[in-house]
């Protein structure tokens, strides 16, 4: 369950991470972009979300096999994140 808990939670921070760069955002919206405060807050909420997953693995499995989990799960959910704006920006020009 701490497993699932942390991939969620690396996985919306790096969502958010993503979705802070304009040339994602024009992908994913359609050609516009957000204001840069809004950038910035999803910003700000990624590395909160990746810190906070971190904070999870650390507590519930200990130091050491924490960090090295969180390190796999940001992995995972970075690759993840990746592969989805592959697969829209194929949707949406092919």
């Known amino acids: 369950m701490i497993h699932a808990a942390v991939l969620l939670l690396s996985l919306a921070g790096f969502a958010c991470l993503s ?5 994602h955002q024009q992908e994913v ?3 516009r972009a957000l204001s ?3 950038s910035r807050l999803l910003w700000a909420m990624g590395f909160l979300l990746i810190a906070s997953a971190l904070a999870v693995a650390i507590i519930f499995l ?9 390190f796999g799960h ?8 990746f592969m989805a704006l592959l ?5 949406t020009s092919g």
Do not use: K
């Not at 697969?87 to 949707?91: M, N, P, T």
């Open 36 to 38: 840069p405060s809004r």
């Open 29 to 31: 919206f359609g050609g």
């Open 74 to 81: 940001i992995s995972l959910a970075a690759a993840m994140v």
């Open 87 to 91: 697969w829209q920006r194929r949707r």
């Open 19 to 23: 979705l802070s760069m304009a040339r």
């Open 62 to 70: 200990g130091a050491g096999f924490g960090s090295v989990a969180w």
